[in-house]
């Protein structure tokens, strides 16, 4: 049992805070957010994430979870600190390190053991954990052994904790062999395959991991859209694609692009790394360009189907930018509703979680519904734009029963087209035949 403190409790810190408490370690996490920190007190996560109450709860009356906004309190007994503060992209598109800096600096003022591993988290651009080892050794208060692992995180929103219990790897990254073992103790108990490699290529690996993800996701929407053009089934493709081990089944489903607040923020700092180290990056930007265009492909085709979208009645189901989750950054919903709007478009939005979020960014452009009936009721088209269950169990007959005529563009695939075919909708999805 180690006396564990967590620096920053966003999703990444407090998956990490509770799941740690859950396998028998002394967890402290500390935030700057005071509100956060009394929210999770009180036993409330500030955000979704599916099982995360419940442990938060148990872990917190067990005694084995503590929340504190006080540094000193948060640091003073800590023997392995991981720092899971936020890595934004700064103005210019690089990677805005200032919150780690600041982190770094909090934990060489306040920590008092002889021995200590600093474990980051966070994703941050190769050669930042060493950056981090220098700030704290120049700022150091007390005489500290310190020494510096990287961790990267591989987490998905919405299964955090069921991929804590079982991911397909940890990663654990170091230049010192003590403290890589150290840190592979702690994470033996979960009982997933542990890969020791040095500080700079554990950095590359998360970098390039959500890369190589976000790569196969425009490759398999790019794919889609010409099986469109031919005729082919793009389910039916990456079905057969993915019988291939070399491929893999993953990460090849069609729709409108990724969002959310990794792969985009990650590959464009990809790009960034590569230029300050003098070369291009030419598939990435590829994968974001792709990306780009995705997003409006829904929209292009209801603009096909009607000429121009104005003073249309549009429905867009989902606002989060994935499913089991209450998160709008970067969500391509989000992008298209603004986008409907600005062509003169009337929409109204429904999500099971996400309403207030996305309230908050998208304000009184679009109207919101507290259900899918609402939502559809008299309008032109539908929308679907995040793959949440409710909406693929929602009865098919009401789009016929609450719609003007009944037209669904499908970014999720939600429906198969056997279902479908069964109805008298007008269906549009991603690399799929039309049906009428
Ligand atoms: C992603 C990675 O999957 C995690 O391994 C990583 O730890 C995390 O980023 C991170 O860096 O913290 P996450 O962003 O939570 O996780 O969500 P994903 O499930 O990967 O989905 C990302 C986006 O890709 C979503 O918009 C999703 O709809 C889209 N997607 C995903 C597709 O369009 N097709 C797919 O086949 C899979």
Redesign the pocket.
Known sequence: MKNITIVGTG??GLVTGVTLAEIGHQVVCYDINENDIALMKAGISPFYEPELTDLLKKNLNKGQLFFTGDPKLALVDAEIIYIAVGTPTAENGSVDLSYIKEAAKTIAENITKQEVIVVTKS?VPVGTNKLIQQVIVTNLTNEVNVNIVSNP??????SAIY?TFSADRIVIGSDCEKAASIIEEIHRPFGITIFITDLLSAEMI?YS??AF??T??SF??EIANLCEKVGANIEEVAHGMGLDFRIGT??????????????PK?TRGLIQQATEAGQSLEILEAVIKVNKQQKYSLMNKAKQRFGNLKDKKIAILGLA??PN?NDVRE??AIDIASELTMQGALVTAYDPLALEEAKQILGEKIQYALSIEEAITNTDMVFIA??WDEFKDFPLEKYEMLMKHPIIFDG?NSYSLDEISEYNIEYYSVGRPFLN
């Not at 995180?153 to 919405?158: A, H, I, K, N, T």
């Not at 990460?251 to 792969?263: E, R």
Request: one cysteine or more.
């Open positions: 999703h990444v994703t995180e591989f987490l998905r929103e919405g991929d998360k991991s959500n993800l976000a196969k996701i398999i929407n993953q990460f090849l489903k069609a729709g409108i692009g990724f969002g959310g607040s990794c792969f990650d930018f994935k989750t969500s391509i995040t793959d999720k």
